[in-house]
Every structure is written in C-alpha cells, then in structure tokens.
C-alpha cells in the first residue's frame, strides 16, 4: 500500500450529457472518478514490457488518478499530481506535467532496469530503476487506496517487449490488428455497449466494466485519421464524415474544408486562410491553430473543442492611427478590453435617449448611452462594442458555438412632453459571437417575437474628425439593405465574425444565437457583399456634389401597406442632419416594403441641412413598374428610373414634399414633366403645362389616329389602336409609347 496524501475530491465530469458526433466503431470508455473500475484477472506483467494508451484527463484532479495496476502496485501506472507516473515502491515521475482538457497519448516501457516515459510519441524521461513486476491480475481506472480516474481511456496495449521510439511514434494512430508480435492485450474500446472489454488479440484477456452508469461509451480517441504531412493527404482529400489530422500547415486559400474530428499535432501550425474550416466532430489542437480575418472556423455546441488556445484574427473597419469607431464583439468563450483600441464604449439603452428633436437646448441624441470601457476590463459574449484605433485585433480561446442567449432590455422611459423618445426605446448593441458569419434571415426567424426584423450596422464614414450620425448605419432586413456611406448595395445577407450590430427589442428579454445560423460563405474584412436580387428594389439618394443620402424600397410578395417586423425599418432621423426617407404611420423610414405590383403611392420626406440645390435619383432599381416623383412644391413629375430630379430647398424637414408612384399603367415620361399612362382602352395624358395645347396621336408609321386640343391636365383619350403610337403636344418634341 502506497504511503501518501489521498483522498482529494475529484469532480464528476458528465460527459454523458454532450451528445457526441463520433465515427462508427472509434469510440472510448468514459469514466466517472467516483466507482468505475475494469478488472481483468487473468493479465499479469512480465520482465520486459510497454504499456501505452490514449487518455483523456480533466482538470481538477488532484493526488495519485488511477489509470492501471497490477496486482496492488506491481507496478502502478497512473497520474502523480498532474505527472505522467509510474510507481513500484516509490513514484518515478516522467516530469512533464500532463496537458488536461485533451486527449494525450502516453507511453512508459521497461529493459534491464531502464524506464522510458514517452508522452504523444515524444521520449520525455528515462529513469533506471529495477521492478519487481511479476504479479498476475490488472485494474483499470482504479487501484486500493488511491482516486479513481475521471476521464476517458482509449486504444490500450499491452506488450511483453520494450517498444522502441519508432515503434510508438509510428503506430499511435493507428489501430492494431490484434496479431502483432509482443503483443499480450489490445483492447480497441469500440464495442459501443455491455460490460465486457474484449481483448482483440487471441489470448482471451477480457476485462469486466463494474459500476458504470447508464451509456460509458463516448468519443474515441484520434486513431485511423488521414493525415495530412504538409504536402498530401494519406487517404486521399477528406470527405464531411471523415476525421484528419494535420502534421503541417495547409492551405485553405484555393477552398474550405469541412471534416468530422479534428486533430492538430503537437509540431504543427495550422493557419486557416481566406476561407473556412468547418469540424463536425471533436477538435483538439496540440499544436497552433490560427484563424486569419476573413477565414472562419465552424465548430458546434454538441462537440469539444480541447488542447491549446485557438487565435481568431480580424482587421477591422478602421486603422489603429484613427478615431473612426468600429462595432465588434469576441468570437470567444472569454476576452479582455484591451484587446480592442484605445477608447471603447458599451451602449446602455436604459438610460434616456435624449432625443434632441425633443430637447432642442440640451439633447444629445443618445450620446449619453455610450459608457466607456476600463482597460482590464472583460468582455461579455454576444455583446457589442464602439471601438476606436483599433486595427487589427487578436482574441485567443475557446470559439464560442452552440446556443447562446444575449440578454436584451427595452425601457419605457415615459417622459412627459416628448414625441421622439419612444422611437428609441429597446435598441440594443449585440454581437455575432461566433468565429463564423451568421445569416441575417435565419437570425431574424428565430428572434422574431423578441426584436424588429431590422439590424443597424455602424458604416463609419468620418467620426475621427467630427461626431457621425444616425444616417451612417447601414439598415438591413430581409428586404434588403440601405444607408451609411454607400456600401449598403453590397449587403449579401450575412453578418460577419467579430460583427457588432443594433437592433430594437419589443420587450426586455434575450436574443439567441444559434450554430444553424453560421455560414461557411463569405467572412471577408469588407463586411458588406452583393446579394442577390431576389425582389425588387428601388434605391434612392438624396445629393448634392458633396454630401449623400439614401432609403431602399422594396416589393415582395409577403409585405403589406401597414409595418411589416422582418422587412420595414425605422431610421433614425437626428434634427438637422441631412437625409431622405419614406414616411410611414408617421415614422421616418430607412426601408420600406410594399407588395408586389403596387399601384399606389408612398411618401418621401427628406431633411436638409443647408440651403441649395440636390437632386434625387433612383441609384438602384429592379422594379418593372415606372417610378414616378411627384414634387408637390413645383408641381413637376419626373420618372426617376430614367433620370435624376434637381430641385432647390432650403434648410429643414419636408414630410409631404415628394411622392413616389408606382404604376404598371405608366407608357410614357418625359423631361418635360408629361406622363402618358393607360386605364383599361385609355390613353391618360397627365401634365402641369398640357391644358389648351394642340395635340397629334399617329401610329408609327405616320398614320394620323387623332388630334385636338387637351382641355384640362389630365387629359383622356379613347384609343383603340394598339402597338407603337407618337403623341406630338403642341411644339414639343414627339413622344413614342407601346400600348396594350
């Protein structure tokens, strides 16, 4: 009986509660440091021998762990407070401290009174010492008077030979086929269920589980990997149910690689490229791993991620010699303040808005929200953060994966006197918090009922020379994308890693993250990439030579008249800053939705900070309708698909100004503010300056259908011809139209 210090408690690791995505047949024995023990009677030792075996030991664990013995510690093999041990009336420590968390392959052998240590294949200790092993009867997990093992054992042999380096090295693996010379017992751990540990080799020495719970039996251990060796695969490029190991560095930039179980030798740095590694299985990386910005790495929350630290790399928006804020969050478990730029802010929506619109003497327009950030400071998952001098950022850990729930807050401030307050009630500033893109659509369906279907992403157009506004977000919804400094038109529908965003609660609560929204798609540094065209879309921007603004009108076949959660956003629209919009219910709009086919009109309201001349043009546009702009000031109507709109303004807010109209009917435009459309056989001719002018209606070839003199601004024709028709009004140059 060994004298020394015992009895520290171990901790109960429930293994059993991750479901495990495992290979067929490569599974391990879990066990629960409390009573699980393997006995197999008929195993003794022999003068020479090498026991080797994959284990997984937690941390946590403390004093001598069980993981075999013989015949009461003739010898004992285990962990010696933390250390890789033997033991035959006195500790021989291999003196490297066992690596938890991780699967680790150990080895010791004995020749004449020579003792290696060998851990992952590498020869860490040689002791020399004579043992006196001539016992028959073997545990494993658990030896009298010691702590039982917590943790998980796989591929163990034993041989009646000293194993050479080589030996070891080159076959730990690889599974054995149960007829190797030396070998005394080969036990796979892959019969999956029962109680009995079959030695695969012909000398019978089955071992007998006794006091395992429910299902011990777990994910194995790396063995029967393809290997990559930095030049070529050994079996050929891995499919998606495949496990790998990397012994050197490999490039993802020509395309990604999605795999089962992931293994990263000890001597290996793996930098994933512009592109994407996507582990379906177990992770565990023993030597570097790298995520280099705009690369993803997609793990699940059902899976463990174990061995070494691994670096998420991202170039944000903005350098680290300016002031320009960008708006990010940590793609890890844990990470510190300081690993972001030299001023950042948190957002606390509990705190009065303030709204300037309101308080004209004092307001700030939420400026009070932004709390600084101490440095030392830690950094909350799925949270976002406004970070200026940033640059290139650095975060190491654990990537965040599985569900995750982000506590959200919506406050009724019920100040008296104020109309814009409640506009800004429950923004909220999150973050992806996955080192992987998110979809947009999938995010919005699972959090329809906790939050408006609109994100607000920072497109920081200029903040290190004056405080930027409300009109430099980027609006995005399942419409489409709109706002900030003319990048919204690249908008491709994925939020990307390290990606802070608003969005508005409908009631306090919590937003979820979850791994089926991630992406293997794009996670480049510019956060922003076409999407594809699926509806229609209309894009206008307000602009003079120097400053520009813009709202996105959509059509799609699920949208109403009325707020529409996943395709209307609200803008925010600070008094006094230059900006369009369209006004609906009343509320300045940065996207609106109507339904396909719309015949009907929208308001645009726009704001203008200083007296000049603007125009207003139609910077995108898929609809298959005319879009026409009423300027109810002037009178004038312009079809903005064809051509911009200039007008003068003075400084200030004009709501009922402008008006979009959307017709089918709509044949022809003009320059000149004439628009010819059609009501069932009817030529509608509609003009502020047509009334007592003489008018010639002629088929293309010249034939004369009608003439006269139109008696009123909107003047009506009964035409029955169809095909291309010319209407000539007055001294006006001749207009050509198809009809119907």
């Avoid at 016992?135 to 034993?158: K, V």
């Avoid at 609809?623 to 312009?638: M, R």
Wanted: proline content about 2%; glycine content about 10%.
């Amino acid at each position: 009986m060994k004298s020394r210090l015992l009895l520290i408690a171990l901790t109960t690791l429930c293994f059993a509660l991750l479901p495990c995505y495992i290979k067929a047949q490569n599974y391990s024995l879990e066990f629960d440091g409390v009573d699980d023990l393997i006995t197999v009677s008929t195993l003794g030792t022999s003068s020479d021998f090498t026991y080797e075996m994959w284990v997984y030991f937690p941390s946590g664990s403390g004093g001598f762990v069980t993981l075999l013995d013989f015949n009461n510690d003739h010898p004992w093999v285990g962990i010696a407070s933390g250390s890789f041990a033997l033991w035959d009336g006195g500790t021989l420590e291999s003196g490297l401290l066992l690596q938890t968390d991780r699967w680790k392959h150990v080895a010791v052998t004995y020749s004449s009174s020579s003792i290696n240590f060998y851990i992952d294949g590498e020869l860490v200790e040689t002791i020399s010492k004579a043992l006196s092993n001539s016992s028959t009867g073997m545990t494993i997990g658990y030896s009298i008077g010691d702590s039982y093992f917590a943790g998980r054992i796989d591929e163990l042999r034993i041989w009646n030979t000293e194993r050479s380096d080589s030996e070891i090295a080159d076959n730990m693996f690889t599974s054995l086929a149960g007829t190797e010379t030396g070998l005394v017992a080969y036990y796979n751990f892959d019969e999956g269920t029962g109680t009995t540990l079959t030695d695969q080799t012909t000398n019978s020495h089955d071992g007998t589980l006794s006091n395992f719970p429910g299902d011990p039996w777990a994910t194995g251990a790396p063995v029967d990997m393809n290997v990559w060796d930095g030049a070529s695969w050994s079996d050929g490029t891995p499919s998606a149910s495949e496990d790998v190991a990397f012994e050197g560095d490999y490039d993802f930039s020509t395309a990604g690689l999605e795999v089962n179980s992931v293994f990263v030798h000890a001597d290996a740095g793996l930098t994933i490229n512009d592109n994407y590694l996507q582990a379906n299985g177990d992770l565990q990386t023993n030597g570097s791993l790298t995520v280099s910005s705009g690369s993803s790495l997609l793990t699940s929350g059902d899976q463990l991620v174990l061995g070494n630290d691994i670096s998420f790399e991202r170039t944000t928006t903005h350098s680290d010699i300016t002031g320009r804020y960008s708006a990010v969050g940590i793609p890890t478990t844990s990470g510190n303040r300081d690993e972001l730029g030299d001023v950042v802010y948190e957002y606390d929506e509990t705190i009065l808005f303030n709204s300037l619109l309101d308080n004209a003497s004092s307001g700030n327009d939420g400026l009070d929200r932004f709390l600084s950030v101490s440095s030392g400071e830690s950094l909350e998952v799925g949270a976002g953060y406004f970070s200026a001098f940033t640059g290139d950022v650095t975060f190491s850990g654990r990537p965040n994966a599985g569900t995750i729930d982000v506590d959200i807050t919506y406050t009724d401030h019920d100040v008296a006197g104020t109309s814009d307050e409640e506009n800004y009630e429950g923004f909220n500033l999150i973050a992806n918090p996955y080192p992987a893109p998110i979809s947009l659509s999938s995010f919005i369906a699972e959090n329809t009922s906790e939050i408006q279907g609109t994100i607000y992403l920072w497109d920081d157009g200029g903040s290190a020379s004056v405080r930027r506004t409300d009109d430099d977000y980027i609006l995005a919804n399942n419409m489409g994308a709109t706002g900030g400094s003319g990048r919204a038109s690249d908008w491709d529908g994925n939020i990307r890693s390290f990606q802070g965003f608003f969005v508005q609660a409908k009631a306090a609560g919590a937003v979820t993250f979850t791994d089926a929204m991630k992406s293997s798609g794009a996670n480049d540094e510019d956060a922003f990439y076409r999407i594809g065209k699926e509806a229609q879309l209309l894009r206008i921007g307000l602009h003079d030579s120097e400053v520009r603004s813009e709202c996105l009108i959509g059509a799609n076949e699920e949208a109403t008249l009325g707020y529409d959660d996943l395709y209307d956003a609200f803008k925010p629209v600070s008094l006094g800053v230059f900006s369009v919009y369209s006004i609906l219910d009343n509320k300045t709009m940065g996207i609106q939705a109507i339904p396909r086919d719309y015949d009907g009109s929208l308001r645009l309201g726009i704001q203008i900070d200083q007296a000049g001349m603007y125009s207003l043009s139609a910077e995108e546009n898929s609809f298959n309708q005319a879009v026409i702009l009423t300027d109810h000031a002037t009178s004038k109507v312009t079809d903005i698909s064809k051509g911009s709109y200039t007008f003068s303004s003075t400084s200030g807010r004009f709501d009922d100004r402008f008006e979009i109209n959307f017709s089918s009917n709509v044949l022809a435009t003009t320059t000149d503010d004439f628009q010819i459309s059609q009501n069932g056989q009817a030529v509608i001719i509609e003009s502020p300056s047509i009334s007592n002018k003489p008018y010639k209606l002629l088929t293309i070839e010249g034939k004369l259908l009608q003439s006269g003199t139109l008696i009123s601004d909107k003047h009506e024709l009964e035409v029955h011809q169809k095909g291309i028709l010319i209407l000539q009004i007055g001294e006006k140059r001749a207009i050509k139209f198809l009809k119907q």
